[in-house]
C-alpha cells in the first residue's frame, strides 16, 4: 500500500471485517508493513468475523453472522442456507477441523455443522444436541468429538448426541484444551487441573487478580508454558514448571483485555486485546499494532497465520 504504519492503523482501525498484515522485515522497525483489508466491499457477507482457520487444505474459513466464508487466496466463496444444502442457520461462530479433515462449524442459533466431502449436514436438539447455541468443539485423544453449548456439554454418538453435563459451575462441563505436551488442560474460576497420562495435577492462579473468577481459556505453548486471561485490563498469567507468573502493564502489557492468544512458527507467542496485538519473543513483550483509547469500542479477536511472515487479524 506504500502508507505508514501510522497512517494504515489509523485507516484500518476505523473498519470492521479482517486485516492482513504482511510483516515485510520481522525483526525490523514498525515502519515495515503492509496492510490489506477485507470486508464487505471486497466479498465479506457480514464484517463481524468471530473465527479464523486455516484447514490442512491450504483454504481459509471465516465464521460470520451472515454466513461461513472459505477463501482461496483469490476469490471468496459464502455458504448459507439460501445457497447450500444442509445448512440451517446463517449465524456461525466457531471452527474445529477434525483428525480426519472434517470440518465442524458451531452457529448461533442452528446447532453444530459437518463439512465434509464437499457437503454439509447439521446436528441439531433434534439430535440430542442440548442447546443450538454452539461455543466451542473438539475431538479428545479418547476419540470423543465434545460440543459444548450455551446449557450443556455433549459427546457425538453414532449420528446423535448424549449429554454428558448440565452442571455449569463444576470441571465437567469443561471440554479442556489438549497442548503440545499432550496434556489436557481444564480450568474453573482460579482452579486449573492438568491431566496428563492418567495423572491429574492441580494448580491455583493466586488470588490477587480481580479477574480471577473470569478467566478465558488457557493456551498451552510449544515450550509448555500455559498462558492465562483474565478481564483485568492490563494482566496476563503464565504457568511454567509449577510455578505461575504474573505479568502486567509495567512488562509491556497494554492496559486492556486479553482475550486470544496464538503461537506462530518460529515459537513466538501473540496475544489480541483491545488495547491491539502484542508479541513475546525472547522473554519481552512489544505491542506491535496499537488500539488508541478512542477506539476501544473496537478490538482484536482472532489471529491466524498464513505463512512465517503473514498474520489475519479480525477486527471488531
Not at 440451517?88 to 477434525?98: A, I, Q, T
Not at 519473543?281 to 506491535?288: E, I, R
Not at 473496537?298 to 503473514?310: E, G, K, M, P, Q
Amino acid at each position: 500500500m506504500g502508507h505508514s504504519f501510522e497512517q494504515d492503523w489509523k485507516l484500518t482501525s476505523l473498519l470492521h471485517g479482517l486485516i492482513l498484515l504482511y510483516l515485510l522485515l520481522p525483526t525490523s522497525a514498525f515502519s515495515q508493513y503492509q496492510f490489506d483489508v477485507w470486508n464487505t466491499e471486497n466479498g465479506l457477507p457480514q464484517n463481524s468475523v468471530l473465527s479464523i482457520l486455516q484447514t490442512r487444505d491450504g483454504y481459509l474459513w471465516f465464521t460470520t453472522l451472515d454466513g461461513l466464508v472459505r477463501y482461496n487466496g483469490a476469490q471468496f466463496t459464502v455458504f448459507n442456507k439460501a445457497n447450500t444444502k444442509g445448512i440451517k442457520s446463517n449465524r456461525f461462530r466457531c471452527l474445529y477441523e477434525d483428525t480426519d479433515g472434517t470440518l465442524w462449524i458451531g452457529t448461533e442459533d442452528g446447532g453444530v455443522m459437518r463439512y465434509r466431502g464437499g457437503q454439509f449436514k447439521t446436528y441439531g436438539t433434534e439430535d440430542g444436541l442440548p442447546n443450538n447455541l454452539v461455543l466451542l468443539i473438539r475431538r479428545t485423544q479418547d476419540g470423543d468429538l465434545l460440543v459444548l453449548t450455551a446449557t450443556a456439554l455433549a459427546r457425538l454418538r453414532g449420528e446423535r448426541f448424549e449429554i454428558i453435563s448440565t452442571d455449569m459451575g463444576s470441571f465437567d462441563i469443561s471440554p479442556g484444551i489438549t497442548g503440545p505436551s499432550g496434556a489436557t488442560w481444564y480450568r474453573l474460576g482460579g482452579e486449573l487441573r492438568r491431566v496428563k497420562d492418567g495423572k491429574t495435577t492441580t494448580y491455583r492462579v493466586p488470588d490477587n487478580s480481580p479477574g480471577l473468577y473470569r478467566l478465558t481459556n488457557p493456551y498451552e505453548d510449544r515450550e509448555g508454558r500455559l498462558w492465562i486471561g483474565t478481564f483485568e485490563f492490563g494482566a496476563l498469567w503464565m504457568l511454567k514448571d509449577g510455578a505461575m507468573t504474573r505479568y502486567g502493564m509495567q512488562d509491556g502489557l497494554p492496559s486492556a483485555m486479553i482475550i486470544n492468544f496464538y503461537e506462530d512458527h518460529e515459537g513466538t507467542m501473540w496475544f489480541c486485546s483491545s488495547g491491539g496485538l502484542t508479541r513475546f519473543k525472547d522473554g519481552q513483550f512489544m505491542l506491535f499494532i496499537h488500539l488508541p483509547h478512542t477506539q476501544w469500542h473496537t478490538y482484536l479477536r482472532i489471529i491466524a497465520f498464513r505463512a512465517a511472515n503473514n498474520i489475519t487479524i479480525s477486527v471488531q
